[in-house]
């Protein structure tokens, strides 16, 4: 058998055995390293969007600083790209897509939608962007401008969205339970 | 370093009709004029890492384009003036405008 007939499941445990033979990852940093990936998701997300709506130091640190700021909240973020964070305000609405590949901030987003990585989010996030997240409902008033953010190199990004009114007085953690996965991307915004 | 604020123009360049190459910079952006935003740190020359050459840390920008300076006015979409796509480029991709 050669390695093109193998199944995916020989392959990897060569590849694995090559990587420790070789000195490059042994099983302990593999399982660790899938260990933080799995842990990332939009909850881990939804909590620094929560702490930034009641914290304004911490809001300051997430906009100036997003990967020590997850990482103030137990996010595991070494060996990661930079995270940058963008603040939408009544005055500007941004929308989040990699029209090269993939890019996203997976240790707070964890793995992308599947429409993420589609050819038509990223051909008309750049070039209809209202049109396309009115598909989500989102509809932004004419005085909102909106501001794509093309992951295109070495920072993920994720968005900040505005909290909604009717929260006053909520919990971190009531709060962090509205903020949806699109609302980090742009796509959506969260509800009450 | 390019301070905020600095109008620039992205390279109107095609190396990949030169050749094998891995770029970080979109078509649409090629050759259209744009504004510094802020430096957000020196990083090694993807164009470089991508072929396991060695790679110079190069100066990675967020430049703002404005929206309409990048799509025709033809479009069947509107592109109010105040929108803007934000992207991440590489000094030596930018020229002064």
């Not at chain 1, 490059?24 to 899938?34: C, P």
């Not at chain 1, 020590?68 to 941004?94: C, F, K, S």
């Not at chain 2, 990675?60 to 991440?88: K, N």
Request: proline letters at 9%.
């Amino acid at each position: 058998m050669t390695w093109r007939e193998a199944d995916s499941a020989t392959l990897l445990a060569g590849l694995r055995s090559l990587l420790a033979a070789k000195s490059i990852a042994s099983a302990d940093e593999i399982a660790e390293r899938i260990r933080i990936t799995d842990g990332g998701g939009p909850a881990q997300g939804a909590r620094m969007v929560a702490k930034a709506w009641t914290d304004p130091d911490y809001k300051a640190l997430m906009l100036a600083d997003g990967a020590r700021a997850a990482e103030l909240l137990d996010i595991p973020m070494r060996g990661l790209p930079p995270l940058g964070v963008v603040e939408n305000t009544p005055g500007i609405h941004h929308l989040v897509v990699c029209t090269l590949c993939s890019c996203y901030p997976r240790a707070v987003l964890g793995y992308p939608p599947f429409w993420f990585k589609s050819a038509a989010y990223r051909a008309r996030a750049v070039r209809d962007p209202r049109g396309l997240i009115a598909e989500w409902g989102t509809e932004l008033p004419a005085a909102t401008a909106i501001r794509v953010v093309d992951s295109t190199a070495d920072y993920r990004w994720m968005v900040l969205p505005m909290r909604p009114a009717g929260t006053e007085g909520w919990s971190e953690a009531e709060l962090a339970a509205i903020v949806r996965e699109g609302d980090m991307i742009g796509v959506t915004r969260p509800r009450a | 370093m390019l301070s905020a604020g600095t109008p620039v123009r992205v390279r109107l360049d095609w190396p990949e009709t030169r050749g094998r190459c891995h770029i970080r910079t979109p078509h649409y952006v090629r050759g259209r004029p744009g504004e510094i935003v802020r430096h957000l740190g020196d990083f090694p020359n993807p164009e470089d890492l991508a072929f396991a050459r060695p790679a110079k840390p190069v100066a990675l920008y967020h430049v703002r384009f404005r929206q309409a300076d990048l799509w025709p006015a033809a479009d069947p979409w509107p592109h109010p003036a105040g929108d803007e796509i934000l992207i991440e480029l590489y000094e030596h991709w930018l020229e002064a405008a």
